[in-house]
């Protein structure tokens, strides 16, 4: 049983760097702490997009990276809930579900030395009691340099901490009955080139080569311990920022696999994940993918400009039981 703290992170700025949250208020009560009416909030964020990052910076694609503005909404509306909402300290944050669409393709290209990203935040508190909210809708537009460029929505859920050690109990029976051996890759397995996963460091390199493959899906196992070193958020818990990089990763190298693109010259533009339960961080961690639709052939439909796109569903594994479903579109820049 975990009895570790439950209090919520404050922004990792270590992680993200310098950056800005400024709370706009629809009402002159807003303002007021004592008075903050229980319905949405509008927030700005902004900070300099990284250009020398460990992580942020490791992409073989000329483009910004999306976890950054996706991790930048989770950790902006995680403080966000405690500071304006009245969330109690005590609960436990998780993310049930996470969506983002990359809507022009333009800005996010790395064409100068420094870039700056603003986020237009709306965070809505839902199923009050009390005047405290148990979950919270977030939306987000993603600008960059003034241009808008993408969408972003999660959901949260506060859960008290006799109810996050049930599930979290639960959870880690379930993944126990049929999950064996460590979290890091099988012994002896080998990984991928970084170029395959998009990256050009081994070290963000976070999957192994394929378990299991043939012409319509590809299983990859997840080296947790690696994840944990290179996301934010590494405690009890597996990072929620793990599945966005892993899936990215594993759809890169599908995407190669299945449809003979390529991995260093792709970039996902739509990305939706729901999350199912707990990922125990000691236990074994897979990663399926294949592709949206039946037919294998090797065929891909094609954008409005006549560039491929490759559409994967992916799921994550521990044992039989199913943590995490993605889904997302890869495409290919010619």
Do not use: K
């Not at 990276?65 to 005590?90: C, T």
């Not at 859960?159 to 996050?164: D, E």
């Not at 994840?227 to 590494?234: G, H, K």
């Amino acid at each position: 049983m975990d009895s570790g703290s439950l209090l919520a992170p404050s922004p990792a700025a270590d992680f993200l760097g310098p950056h800005h949250l400024v709370h706009r208020p629809d009402t002159p009560e807003g303002l007021l702490l004592s008075a903050m009416p229980p319905g949405r909030h509008r927030f700005g964020f902004s900070a300099e997009l990284p250009e020398h990052h460990a992580l942020f910076s490791d992409s073989t694609a000329p483009f910004h990276d999306l976890l950054y503005p996706m991790e930048s909404l989770r950790q902006m509306a995680v403080f966000a809930a405690g500071r304006y909402f009245r969330v109690p300290e005590n609960r436990r944050i998780l993310l049930a579900d996470c969506t983002m669409a990359v809507t022009a393709l333009a800005p996010w290209e790395r064409t100068s030395p420094t870039a700056q990203l603003t986020l237009d935040l709306d965070l809505t508190p839902t199923e009050l009691v009390g005047g405290v909210p148990r979950a919270m809708d977030c939306r987000a537009s993603i600008n960059i340099e003034g241009e808008r460029c993408g969408t972003v929505t999660a959901r949260l859920v506060f859960l008290m901490p006799g109810v996050y050690r049930s599930h979290r109990a639960h959870s880690r029976r379930e993944s126990e009955r049929t999950a064996h051996g460590h979290s890091g890759l099988p012994a002896g397995h080998g990984v991928p080139g970084p170029e395959l996963v998009g990256r050009r460091t081994t070290r963000n390199v976070l999957i192994g080569l394929p378990l299991h493959e043939d012409e319509a899906a590809l299983v990859f196992p997840v080296n947790i311990p690696a994840a944990r070193e290179v996301l934010p958020d590494s405690g009890s818990e597996v990072p929620a920022a793990l599945f966005l990089e892993v899936s990215r990763q594993a759809a890169l190298f599908g995407a190669g696999e299945l449809y003979g693109l390529a991995p260093a010259h792709a970039v996902l533009t739509d990305w939706h994940a729901a999350f199912r339960g707990f990922a125990e961080p000691g236990l074994p961690l897979r990663c399926g993918v294949r592709p949206r639709t039946a037919d294998a052939s090797g065929e891909v439909r094609r954008d409005g400009a006549g560039r491929p796109v490759a559409e994967l569903d992916l799921v994550f594994t521990q044992g039989t039981r199913v943590v995490a479903a993605v889904s997302t579109s890869v495409l290919q820049i010619c």
